[in-house]
Each structure stands twice: as structure tokens, then as C-alpha cells.
């Protein structure tokens, strides 16, 4: 991951993101009613829920688009 994430909730989330081929950044906006960063996203980032803190550099799950 290119950026760190804390989720609210230990669940398994799906987010946003964008992926340059070297790295995964989450993107702003993940609120159902943003389109934006819909318009803009090229992956999900599967957040699983062992954790919830994720750290710049660390390894997560990308479901390309």
C-alpha cells in the first residue's frame, strides 16, 4: 500500500483504489454516494478482518477492474 488506512469496523472491507503496477493507493471518497472516485478507481483493495490498522508498505489483496 502507497498510503495507510484504519477501518472503523473489524469486517472485511472492500475499498477504492488506484494501482500503478508497483503499488495500491486508496483513494478519497470511499461513501457509497461518491461517484468520483468510481470514476477514477481501477481496483478494489480487500482490507481483511484480522486487522485494522494497514501501514504504508504493507501488503494487501487487489482485485483489478
Do not use: P
Request: glycine share 10%; hydrophobic share 40%.
Amino acid at each position: 500500500m502507497a498510503n495507510s488506512y484504519t477501518k472503523q469496523h473489524a469486517l472485511t472491507h472492500f475499498l477504492k483504489g488506484w494501482f500503478d503496477g508497483r503499488g495500491v493507493r486508496i483513494l478519497d471518497g470511499q461513501e457509497s454516494y461518491r461517484l468520483s472516485s468510481f470514476a477514477h478507481a481501477n481496483c478494489l483493495v480487500e482490507l481483511g478482518v484480522e486487522a485494522r490498522l494497514y501501514e504504508n508498505g504493507e501488503e494487501v489483496v487487489v482485485h483489478l477492474l
